[in-house]
């Protein structure tokens, strides 16, 4: 087995993980934050303990992982994405997309800055409006292109290290996209960031967390739709 090293999860989340940290930092000791002076552990953080460290850190590591929420909502619809998707149905897409981000920059503007409004806005409504496209193709684009997926990778699967074409581009493909994902995650941990620092209080703060990451929640079930579309209509072994 050809040894990836971009795609082990310490190496994606690393980078992640210490913006994460400087993101709980910030958020907790900006004056202005709504969540300033609430962890009195990280606060003595110039005393550099161990607890510390290691609290910084877990809790760096976790908004990180709350912050990359969209980016698994891009992932598990990526069918709707390509080019011949939006190109079949141009105006179901852009009703899909474009409603749910005004809607959503029409509600962020009312609590937050303009530039938090717009960034968080676009971000949440193209994740919720990806979902409800998926939802009202039933999944069946998504079906259809990790189908053609899995029958075009086939080919390449590894034979005793064998290299052909096939897999040599798909281990260049991988490697951009494992490399462009940690950079997305730090892309939306500063939104995040941003937004949560900028919120009136914390309990908007706790909705918009929520609310961030409910699109990707949809993940388990479009997983266990293509899992039981599976078992009906298996794939040519």
């Given amino acids: 087995m050809e040894n990836r090293w ?15 940290a400087i993101s709980v930092l910030f958020l907790t000791l900006e004056p202005s934050s709504p969540f300033a002076n609430r962890l009195t552990t990280i606060e003595e953080f110039k005393e550099a303990t161990f607890l510390n460290v290691s609290l910084v850190a877990a809790l ?20 709707h994405v390509r080019y011949s998707a939006v190109k079949s149905s141009p ?12 809607l959503s ?3 962020c503007w009312i609590y937050l800055p303009v530039p938090a409004a717009i960034t968080v806005g676009v ?7 990806l979902v409800v496209r998926a939802c009202a193709n039933k ?16 080919p390449s699967l590894p034979d005793n290290e064998k290299r052909t074409p096939s897999s040599e581009f798909i281990t260049s493909y991988r490697h951009l996209r494992e490399h462009g994902n940690a950079f997305l995650i730090v892309l939306m941990e500063i939104v ?8 009136p209080n914390q309990f908007f703060g706790l909705v918009l967390i929520v609310v961030w990451i409910l699109p990707a929640a949809s ?19």
Wanted: hydrophobic share 55%; aromatic share 16%; proline share 4%.
């Fill in 139 to 154: 999944f069946d684009l998504i079906e259809t292109f990790y189908r053609d997926l899995a029958t075009a990778r086939a």
């Fill in 123 to 129: 971000v949440i409504g193209v994740h919720f409006g």
């Fill in 192 to 199: 995040l960031s941003y937004a949560l620092a900028t919120s």
């Fill in 60 to 79: 760096g590591f976790a908004f990180c992982y709350i912050a990359s929420a969209p980016i698994l909502t891009l992932h598990a619809t990526r069918a």
């Fill in 91 to 102: 105006y179901a897409a852009a009703a899909c997309l474009l409603l749910p981000i005004l």
């Fill in 219 to 237: 993940a388990w079930i479009i997983g266990s739709a293509l899992e039981s579309r599976l078992a009906s209509a298996p794939l040519p072994k």
């Fill in 6 to 20: 971009w795609e082990y999860y310490t190496i994606r989340y690393f980078l992640g993980t210490v913006i994460g």
């Fill in 105 to 107: 920059i029409g509600l």
